[in-house]
């Protein structure tokens, strides 16, 4: 079953319910859990998706704390940046 097929049935309880009576009772049962199952670790993985966001959070915060009480910025940490050549490269520049 394609995920287009899928999304259709999510989408549309009629189109849903014309799918499950091509399917028998145990069949039904077995999709529901399949279902479930993957409903659960789609959660698992959300949940943990947001703990490493809510983490990395707390970690930048921390950073810039530190900075703040060193008295340093980002400019302290990058430095200067190369400057771009302006103008077109020498014609011969990719000839090796």
């Known amino acids: 079953m394609s995920t287009e097929s899928l999304e259709r049935i999510a989408r549309n309880k009629n189109v ?3 799918a499950a009576r091509q399917l028998s009772m145990e069949q039904l049962h ?3 859990e399949v279902i479930s199952e ?7 993985e959300d949940h ?5 966001e809510a983490d990395k959070q707390k970690k ?3 950073i810039r ?3 703040n009480n060193a008295g340093l910025s980002m400019d302290d940490l990058v430095g200067e940046q190369p ?3 302006r103008g077109r490269p020498p014609k011969n520049a990719n000839k090796g």
């Open 16 to 18: 849903a319910r014309a």
């Open 30 to 32: 077995k999709l529901s």
């Open 38 to 44: 993957v409903i659960e670790q789609k959660q698992e």
């Open 48 to 52: 943990e998706r947001l703990k490493e």
């Open 60 to 62: 930048l915060a921390e």
């Open 65 to 67: 704390e530190a900075m």
């Open 83 to 85: 400057r771009k050549r």
